[in-house]
């Protein structure tokens, strides 16, 4: 979690507060070089690369984690993504010495490339060494991390910390001190099991990673249902990206992980925590008091991710995900009606924030906690890798577009960009109601013939093929 989703999280929100002095500093380093003053599209500009190359780092940090997990497995993978993150942070601290924009751009497309690699790696790991009667749970604390990561930036951004004007990059930089001490201990965890022994054949070394994980025990069984799903992949062996969207047997399983993952990103949360600092302004909340809005929007994020890891394996994924966007969706239609009414009287302004805190909570107790579990469910051994790819390049290109367009969208829509929001949301809801089955407590192979039995026009999807 520290070394992955926690980072990811942190570079959501960090750059939020520091947001005025990374423009000054725009400005200031463009004046000194061309000794003239640039225009305010420019450092929009800049500005937006800053944001969107950490999403286009991921692109790339998504793509190599086939290659990665596969031959340096899922432990060593975690570390050297790490390493990774550790010389972006480097990077990042020369940029105020040589006065140069384009260290942060580089910078931030190192961490963006450590953070995919390290989040499409903890999710498969977390899977595969969890037990299915916790498995939510488990995932779960990917959410959690993430939540952490956002309200350590949140908090670090504050006036009273590192959101000044002399060290903003700290603010930026502090997270390499967490990822030091994870490359030193992460070593002393277990391999995966699964990836032993389906992977690489080894059986004993999967019982010595099972004891070492859950306790004492033969865990024969879990070793056997290992078995099956090994005599499935023999039959079919693993795929490249190309070859499992090619798959009709697979393909209801990758669109339902495609679409949620993507709609969970498009649904606002990511530009909520990057331009707090530029919706609060949107929303009429006076300046001096927004950092400290957006570090109580992070705690209830927090709170509630930790609450769901309580319901989601009572509950399922199912109803969290579908809930939570419908929930969303009445939101943010709330938000761009209050917006529109912020002149008339001021407490409207105040009215607006709570409910884009009650969005947050929304989010993090429902999509944002379950969409993790339920991707991390849905594909066998054989197919997760390269599903693990797809949806990770797919995420951070989503995420790399919205963090370049958002700016420009608020400038030119204002408050009806929330619309969009809402419309995701909706749509979103209404795919996991009529979509998506339920995979609390299910063995991959059960899920898959579950998505074998989705009915489209008449006919199920195994009668398609």
């Known amino acids: 979690g520290i070394g992955a989703n926690f980072q990811a999280g942190y570079q959501a929100t960090a750059l939020s507060s520091p947001t005025p002095f990374i423009k000054h500093f725009i400005n200031s380093s463009w004046c000194e070089r061309y000794e003239e003053t640039p225009p305010p599209e420019k450092v929009t500009m800049i500005w937006s690369l800053i944001v969107s190359s950490f999403g286009v780092g991921g692109l790339f940090g ?3 984690f086939k290659f990665i997990a596969g031959n340096l497995g899922r432990k060593k993978g975690v570390i050297c993504g790490s390493c990774i993150s550790i010389i972006a942070a480097i990077i990042m601290l020369t940029c105020k010495i040589t006065k140069s924009f384009e260290m942060i751009i580089m910078a931030r497309l190192l961490l963006g490339f450590g953070a995919g690699l390290g989040c499409c790696l903890h999710l498969i790991y977390l899977t595969e060494i969890s037990p299915k009667t916790i498995r939510g749970r488990v995932t779960l604390t990917l959410a959690n991390f993430f939540s952490l990561g956002k309200v350590t930036g949140g908090l670090l951004g504050l006036s009273e910390i590192f959101g000044t004007e002399d060290l ?25 099991p699964r990836y032993l022994f389906i992977e690489k054949g080894d059986e004993e070394a999967c019982r010595k990673a099972l004891q070492s994980l859950w306790g004492p025990g033969d865990y024969r069984q879990e070793m056997d249902e290992m078995l099956v799903e090994q005599a499935a992949i023999e039959a079919a062996r693993p795929k490249s990206p190309v070859q499992l969207m090619k798959d009709r047997t697979v393909r209801w399983q990758l669109v339902t992980a495609v679409s949620i993952f993507l709609l969970n990103l498009l649904s606002g949360m990511s530009v909520i925590h990057t331009f707090s600092f530029d919706i609060f302004i949107e929303s009429g909340i006076p300046e001096d008091k927004i950092r400290y809005i957006s570090l109580g929007l992070l705690m209830c994020e927090l709170i509630a991710s930790m609450s769901t890891s309580l319901l989601i394996d009572r509950f399922g994924r199912r109803p969290l995900i579908c809930v939570g966007f419908g929930a969303m969706c009445c939101g943010w239609v709330l938000v761009t009606v209050l917006l529109n009414l912020k002149g008339s009287n001021a407490w409207v302004s105040y009215v607006s924030a709570a409910l884009i805190i009650l969005i947050i909570v929304f989010h993090s107790g429902g999509p944002g906690a379950a969409t993790s ?24 290109l989503g995420m790399a577009v919205l963090g370049f367009a958002f700016p420009f ?18 749509l979103a809801s209404l795919y996991t109601f009529f979509i998506v089955p339920e995979t609390k407590g299910k063995t991959m192979l059960e899920i898959a013939e579950e998505f074998k039995a989705i009915s489209l026009c008449g006919k199920s999807s195994s009668e398609q093929l």
């Not at 903003?168 to 995966?192: D, G, Y």
């Not at 991707?375 to 990770?392: K, P, Y």
């Not at 969208?409 to 909706?426: D, K, T």
């Open 409 to 426: 969208l608020i400038i030119y829509l204002g408050s009806y960009s929330f619309v969009l929001f809402a419309c995701v949301c909706l």
């Open 168 to 192: 903003w990059i700290v603010a930026l930089t502090f997270p390499a001190c967490f990822l030091v001490v994870h490359v030193f201990v992460f070593p002393f965890f277990p391999e995966s």
């Open 62 to 64: 998504s793509w190599s």
């Open 373 to 396: 579990p339920l991707i991390g469910e849905l594909f066998v051994q054989s197919d997760r890798l390269a599903a693990f790819v797809i949806i990770g390049m797919l995420g951070c």
